[in-house]
């Protein structure tokens, strides 16, 4: 029969060092950090793939429009006609318009273009560029 005594006796568990507890803080923030990882990887691949529906429905949209557009354009063609235009006439007056209409788009989004470079923030990076290399020359 094992003594007693002994039972009575135990010793409390040891408290955990410091080191126990660095060691355990640096998995619990490796842990930490591959979760967020993980997170963004997840929502990367859900924005990926809201993205290619986005662009499915673009793309059918897009198709939509420019039948919708060749559609009006043919209505007109045929109404001109049924007024007495040429049939000729008719068309090539709708291939000007749609021309002058592309041409007038075009020079707006040529205008749009230095929007399109940063302007403001290039501006500012070679102001402070400038400032630094006047600080340097002192």
Not at 45 to 59: D, F, K, P, T, Y
Request: aromatic share 8%.
């Amino acid at each position: 029969m094992p003594d007693d005594r002994l039972s009575d006796t135990e010793l409390p568990p040891a408290e955990p060092g410091i080191v126990d507890r660095l060691l355990a803080t640096a998995r619990d923030a490796r842990r930490l950090v591959y979760d967020h990882i993980e997170l963004a990887a997840l929502e990367a691949q859900h924005a990926a793939s809201n993205l290619v529906r986005i662009l499915c429905g673009v793309i059918v949209l897009a198709v939509l429009v420019v039948t919708a557009w060749a559609a009006l354009v043919a209505a007109v063609v045929i109404w001109a006609a049924g007024t007495g235009f040429s049939l000729t006439a008719a068309f090539f007056l709708a291939a000007l318009a749609n021309v002058l209409v592309a041409v007038g788009l075009a020079f707006w989004m040529r205008s749009r273009l230095p929007e399109l470079l940063f302007s403001a923030t290039l501006r500012q990076l070679r102001q402070t560029a400038g400032e630094e290399e006047w600080r340097h020359a002192e």
